[in-house]
């Protein structure tokens, strides 16, 4: 069973930095491409970053040089560095193997003074 469990997120100024970790289970996690997407309170959610299987990255246009996205195949884990954050960053923050249909319970971000 496809399973994603987030974690990192958490109060911070903006201007501040955060590192969202996801693991993925039942799937084969090198050969997938990982996706980070979040949802703002109203909001739709919304694609933020990819990290293909030979680690390279694509952004979402607002994240560009403000976020990183890694992986580590060893921990089927995924991570996105998110540094000079902005109050519109604020939001849940969930991964995904791309075309899953499954999520996990997402890592709440919140960018606030």
């Known amino acids: 069973q496809v399973h994603f469990v987030e974690s990192g997120g958490g109060l911070v100024q903006p201007g501040g930095s955060l590192r969202l970790s996801c693991a993925g289970s039942?799937?084969?996690?090198?050969?997938?491409?990982m996706t980070w997407h979040r949802q703002a309170p109203g909001k739709a959610r919304e694609w933020v970053a990819t990290?293909?299987?030979?680690?390279?990255?694509f952004y979402l246009d607002a994240g560009q040089g403000r976020f990183t996205g890694s992986r580590d195949n060893a921990k089927n884990t995924t991570y996105l560095q998110m540094n000079n954050l902005k109050p519109e960053d604020s939001a849940m923050y969930y991964c995904q193997e791309f075309g899953s249909t499954t999520w996990g319970q997402g890592t709440q971000v919140t960018v606030s003074s």
């Open positions: 039942g799937f084969s996690f090198s050969d997938a491409s």
């Open positions: 990290v293909a299987p030979g680690g390279a990255t």
